[in-house]
């Protein structure tokens, strides 16, 4: 009968109910059936596809914040080993002052020392100079008036003289 519909075509006159309920009545079992074995598990798959997308959204988004923080992380640290080396290069260059000027004032001190030395040294020579002359103004003395007198003079008598002699060039100076 429904053959009979399609065959006939829409511009035939006789219209059967008996066809329209049975397929109505076909098309409601099926959409029944449809609904039971097909979309349930359908929607199912759906609804699963949704959370799978949904995690691998929030994954993503978690991924990209835990990538953020390591970055601001690594940019953090960047920042403070480049502070620590400017730090580093700094305490370098006044470690490196200070022992430059260290070494100057070493040398300074170490210049004076041997110039307060050498003055010592040459006051003592020239001490060790002035009795040598001494001495021998005395000798020459002694000699020259031993000859003015005409006899010699003991030893003791030149050594008193000698002692008399310095003590008076010592209070003339």
């Known amino acids: 009968m429904f053959l009979d519909y399609l065959v006939l075509g829409a511009g035939a006159e006789k219209f059967n109910t008996g066809d329209v309920v049975a397929t109505v009545l076909i098309f409601l079992?099926?959409?029944?059936?449809?609904?039971?074995?097909?979309?349930?598990?359908?929607?199912?798959?759906?609804?699963?596809?949704?959370?799978?997308?949904?995690?691998?959204?929030?994954?993503?988004?978690?991924?990209?914040?835990?990538?953020?923080?390591?970055?601001?992380?690594?940019?953090?640290?960047?920042?403070?080993?480049r502070t620590e080396a400017q730090s580093i290069i700094e305490g370098a260059k006044k470690q490196g002052d200070a022992t430059r000027e260290e070494i100057v004032n070493a040398a300074r001190a170490e210049a004076d020392r041997i110039k307060e030395s050498a003055a010592r040294d040459i006051e003592a020579e020239k001490e060790k100079a002035i009795a040598a002359v001494r001495e021998e103004v005395v000798s020459l003395s002694v000699l020259a008036a031993s000859k003015v007198l005409g006899k010699e003079i003991s030893e003791a008598d030149n050594s008193a003289l000698i002692k008399e002699t310095i003590a008076k060039a010592g209070e003339a100076k």
């Open 29 to 81: 079992i099926l959409m029944i059936l449809l609904k039971k074995f097909a979309w349930g598990p359908l929607m199912g798959i759906m609804q699963e596809r949704e959370e799978l997308v949904a995690k691998d959204i929030d994954a993503a988004e978690k991924a990209r914040k835990e990538t953020q923080a390591i970055l601001e992380e690594q940019k953090a640290l960047l920042k403070e080993a």
